[in-house]
C-alpha cells in the first residue's frame, strides 16, 4: 500500500538521525593513516621496481657512469616527487582537519572514504604521467586525469569541513569555528588542492605546450605556496587586528576628548 505522509516524515527523521550519529573519530583516523601509508608504499615500490638501470647496460651504453643511466630516467624520478609530495601535502591537510574536529559523524566518515577512494588513485596518476613523459595528446590527457584524481581527493575533504560547521558547536574546536583564530587558514588550506588541480586542468585545455615535467613541478612548489599562504593570512589577520585597535583607539581618545569639554566648548 502508499505510505502516509507522516511515515514518509518520519524515515526522512530517521535517515537524517543515522547520517548525525558519532562515529569514532579515532578509528577514522586510524583507517586514513593506514590507506596513506599503503598509498605512499606503492608509490616506492613502484620507482623502485621499474626505474632501476640495468647494470650491463650503465657499463655498455653509459660507459660505467651511473649518474648518466639515472638521468635517462629523470622524468619518472620528477613524477614520483611530484606523486609523493601531493600525497604527503593530502595527508597533512587531513591530519589538520581531523585536530580541530572534536566529534565525527557517520556522513564525515562516509566523505572521509570517498576521499580515500580517490587518493588510492593517485599511483595511476603516477604511472601514467610517467609513462606519457613524451608530448602527445597522450601525455595531455594524463595530466588531466592526474587532476580530475587529485580534485576529487581534496573536495572531498573540504567537503567534511563544510559538514562540520554545519553543527560546529558538537564538532568543531573553538579555532576552527566561525571568527575562529584558525578558521580563515582552514578554509584557504582545504581550498588550495582543489583550486590548483582545477587550474591545471584548464591549462591543459589551453595550453598545448603544457608538459608533465611543469604538471610535476607544480606540484612539488604547492608546499612553498602553502607556507606562503599561512605566512600571507597570518599577516593579513595581524594587519587587520592593527588597523581596527587604531581606529578603535582614535575612537576612545575623541570620546574622552569631548568628556573633558566643558558643555559651551562642546556646543560651539
Not at 514518509?8 to 583516523?29: D, N
Not at 601509508?37 to 623502485?48: E, G
Not at 594587519?239 to 569631548?258: D, F, G, N, P, T
Request: aromatic share 14%.
Amino acid at each position: 500500500g502508499q505510505r502516509t505522509e507522516e511515515e514518509e516524515h518520519h524515515s526522512l527523521e530517521t535517515f537524517t538521525f543515522y547520517l548525525s550519529e558519532p562515529l569514532s573519530k579515532e578509528r577514522v583516523e586510524a583507517f586514513s593513516d593506514g590507506v596513506y601509508a599503503i598509498v605512499a608504499t606503492l608509490l616506492i615500490l613502484d620507482i623502485c621496481e621499474d626505474n632501476v638501470p640495468d647494470p650491463r647496460e650503465v657499463e655498455e651504453k653509459f660507459h660505467d657512469s651511473l649518474l648518466e643511466a639515472l638521468s635517462e630516467y629523470g622524468p619518472n624520478y620528477l613524477a614520483y616527487f611530484g606523486s609523493f609530495v601531493t600525497i604527503g601535502l593530502l595527508w597533512f591537510v587531513h591530519h589538520s582537519l581531523f585536530l580541530y574536529v572534536t566529534k565525527a559523524t557517520r556522513l564525515m566518515g562516509l566523505l572521509n572514504i570517498l576521499s580515500l577512494a580517490f587518493i588510492g588513485g593517485l599511483p595511476l596518476a603516477y604511472q601514467l604521467t610517467s609513462e606519457f613523459a613524451e608530448k602527445s595528446h597522450n601525455e595531455i590527457e594524463a595530466i588531466q586525469v592526474s587532476c580530475v584524481i587529485t580534485f576529487f581527493a581534496s573536495i572531498f575533504q573540504f567537503a567534511i569541513w563544510t559538514t562540520a560547521l554545519l553543527n560546529e558547536e558538537e564538532t568543531l574546536h573553538p579555532f576552527a569555528r566561525y571568527g575562529g583564530k584558525e578558521h580563515a587558514f582552514m578554509f584557504a588550506k582545504l581550498a588550495l588542492y582543489p583550486c590548483v588541480s582545477l587550474g591545471a586542468f584548464f591549462l591543459t585545455c589551453l595550453l598545448s605546450e603544457f608538459s608533465t615535467a611543469i604538471f610535476h613541478l607544480m606540484q612539488i612548489v604547492i608546499p612553498f605556496a602553502f607556507l606562503a599562504l599561512r605566512i600571507f593570512v597570518r599577516i593579513s589577520l595581524t594587519a587587520l587586528k592593527s588597523v581596527m585597535s587604531l581606529s578603535r583607539q582614535k575612537v576612545v581618545l575623541l570620546e574622552e576628548e569631548e568628556a573633558c569639554l566643558s558643555p559651551n566648548e562642546t556646543l560651539s
